[in-house]
Structures are given as structure tokens and as C-alpha cells.
């Protein structure tokens, strides 16, 4: 025998296929989020009549361009290559270009890849067009804005466009008045939570209620949050569970912030600044306390009259700390503002 035999050998032996439990645990070394991406309307959760009036523009065949403003992870971008797919079938590829407009966001953009792709000429049935996705719009300069509009005016004949953004206000009047507005909420929290099940299963992940409540928790309706940190919190452990949940997505325990507004509803300040001062070195940001304290209180069982002047207090100290003053005095200013609110209201 060879020597270079001998290698082949060595390097066969060596090349172990994973078995089945090792693909099932990576998820065949795709993200979830891509692997369980709607391929179909049906498919996709949530926002049911925006979902619907695509499915009208697919029935018709013609639509116009337009604009998908919404938060995270709701579905937009998804539905916009649902509908691409159905309208355009074989020729998805050839007549869909598709960019991130957070990252080629500049006005030369804008003249060449955009307007090549406009006027390329490619061969359709009747009444389709080509389009253009262009996710994260809103981040686009205003003068690569200025241009698209232009060049959405010039190809009207021949492509469409479909802008996902965030904020649809940061997308100048121009073109906002050549598009159909569609809007997407977040999902609710039954949505996400079907959704994750579902994934469980298929993927044989095992997992506790409380786990399955703390990715609602800490999604907040991002239906990509929520299958991220699914698969980043199985893949690290093996199990989902709530410690397992809030270790990969490090945020302050939300049991922890519970205990310290009940301390401050039963005017207990010192236990309540103890709490607070153990997240603080832990080694929280400001913003991130401030914004689970939030949801938490939305959710915290008191008299709803309190709970009005808590998030009222909540969201005072959230502004101050937006524009800049992140310590722990301004958290234990909020901690002394909300046991004062307790005396000083009179009960009903």
C-alpha cells in the first residue's frame, strides 16, 4: 500500500459523521431563525391584515411600491419574499434584488446598483414587475433618498420597491407619498409562544414553563429574538429553563426587580436598595434596569392608580438617563420617588 493510500485512509477515518442527536442539537448548523422562515402567508404569525392585503396583490398580480414600517422581528422583510415568491415563481432570482440599506445606504448606491438593476432587461409573464427590497430604509442618507425617488419615478414600468423600516418618519414625504403604507405591531405574547412550541418539537428541545416565559419575556414581541435566544440558550445547555434563559441573555433577573418594587409598595426602601445595589454590581447598564423595572411594573399586581404613578415615575428617570445621567443615585432617586408616592397617595 501507498503512502498517499495510507493518508486517504487516516483522513476517511477521521472525518466523523455527526449523528442524528448532534443534528438535531445544532439545527444542522442553520439558524432557526432562517431554518423555520415562513415560506408562505399561512405560515406567517401575526399582523393578519397586513398579511392579508399582500395576499390581495399577489391574487391581482400588480403591486404598488411600497413601505413596511414596523419594530423588529414582526414579519416584514419575510412577507415581502412570500410575496415575491408567489408572484414571480422561476424568475425569483433573476427579478429580486434584495439589499441592506443600513449598510448600502450611500447615494452611490442608489445610481449603480439600484438603477442597473432597474434597467436590466429581464424576461416576465405579463402584468409582473421586478422589485427591489430595500431593508432598514429609514437608515438610508437623505440624499441617496432624494435620488431613489427619482429612479422610482423613471422604472415605475418595470419595477417595484418595498421598503422595511423601523420609523417610518425618517423616510422623506417624497417618497412616502409614492408608496402604500403597511403596518406591522409587535406579535402578542401567545404568538411568540406558539411559535417557539412549535420549534421545540420539531426540534426535540426540552424545556420548563418558566423557561418558555422568560423568552416572552425577554423577546417583547420579536418573534427573532425569541428563536435566538431559544437556539443560543439549548445549544449552550441542552435544556431551557428560566436561569438558562436570562444566563445567555443577560439581563437582570426580572424575580429580582419583582421583590424590589413590593418592597417599594410596602415602603421598604432599604430592602429595595439592597436589591437594586446587588444589580448594580453585578454589572448592569442603567438602561437595562431601567427598562426591565418597565416591564415589570406593567405586569406586577397592585392598585392601578399606583401603577399609573409608578410607570409615570418609571418613565421620567428613563428619560434623564436616556440624555446621559446613567449612575446608581438616579436609580435610587426612582427607588425613594416611588415609596413616597406610596404615603403620599391616599388609598382607595
Partial sequence: MSANEDIEMVEESS????????????????????????????????NEEAIQRFEVFSREGNIPNVILAGPPGVGKTTTILCLAKIMLGPCFKEAVMELNASNDRGIDVVRNKIKMFAQQKVTLPKGKHKIIILDEADSMTEGAQQAL?????IYSKTTRFALACNASDKIIEPIQSRCAMVRFGKLSDLQVLAKIM??????????TDDGLEALIFTAQGDMRQALNNLQSTYSGFGHVNSEYVFKVCDEP??????????????????????I??????????????????????????????????????????????????????Q?????????????TLPVN
Avoid at 36 to 45: A, D, L, N
Avoid at 198 to 207: F, G, L, Q, T, W
Avoid at 281 to 302: P, Q, S, W
Fill in 15 to 46: 472525518e466523523k459523521k455527526p449523528t442524528s442527536n448532534e443534528k438535531a442539537r445544532d439545527g444542522g448548523h442553520i439558524p432557526w431563525v432562517e431554518k423555520y422562515r415562513p415560506k408562505t402567508f399561512k405560515e406567517i404569525v401575526g
Fill in 149 to 153: 425617488r427619482r429612479t422610482m419615478e
Fill in 198 to 207: 412549535e420549534v421545540c418539537k420539531a426540534e426535540n428541545v426540552s424545556y
Fill in 253 to 274: 433577573h426580572p424575580l429580582l426587580i419583582k421583590d424590589m418594587l413590593k418592597h417599594c409598595v410596602d415602603c421598604k426602601l432599604d430592602e429595595a436598595y439592597k
Fill in 276 to 329: 437594586l445595589l446587588h444589580l448594580w454590581k453585578l454589572g448592569y447598564a442603567c438602561e437595562d434596569i431601567i427598562a426591565n423595572i418597565f416591564r415589570v411594573c406593567k405586569t406586577h399586581e397592585m392598585p392601578e392608580y399606583l401603577k399609573l404613578e409608578f410607570i409615570k415615575e418609571i418613565g421620567l428617570t428613563h428619560l434623564r438617563i436616556v440624555q446621559g445621567v446613567q449612575s446608581l443615585l
Fill in 331 to 343: 436609580l435610587s432617586g426612582l427607588l425613594a420617588r416611588l415609596c413616597k408616592k406610596v404615603k
